[in-house]
């Protein structure tokens, strides 16, 4: 069977935005009877090169990964004021589903083939061993997508 444009149609996993990371950990913690996971705070520019809307942002957000069956995390992600997708979305929709997440190959031509069906890049940013980038296919599929690639 065909993997469509991306080449899997394995999730990887589920972006939450929140308002409070620390509660909200505990609070998806509890309802699942595992530890408390780690927070992390995302790297400074200087690292992650990210950019928004085509601008270089300088945004950050905590992180914490909570490692379900089947190889998915539910991420859950508590934004910090500068511009992000992530931002964008708590200011306009409160806390809820941002993302789902698809480990991917050849970002760049996942990026353009997606663009030129209409979804396009939002935001993208380096981390320690890859990339994401956030597509914009809320039209055709009612929820962001992003796409990860590892070295």
Known sequence: MDNGILGTTAVAQIGIIVN???RSAKKFADFFG???PEITITDTYDKTLAQYKGEPTKARSKLAFLHMSN???IELIEPDDEPSTWREFLDAHGEGIHHIAFVIKD???KVNKLAEIGMPLV???E???G???YIDSIADLKV???LLEND
Request: cysteine-free; charged content about 25%; aromatic content about 8%.
């Open 34 to 36: 595992m530890e408390v």
């Open 71 to 73: 190889n998915i995390d």
């Open 127 to 129: 981390y320690t061993g």
């Open 131 to 133: 990339r994401y980038a």
């Open 123 to 125: 935001q993208k940013g």
């Open 20 to 22: 409070n990371i620390e």
């Open 144 to 146: 962001m997508i992003e």
């Open 107 to 109: 970002m760049q031509g």
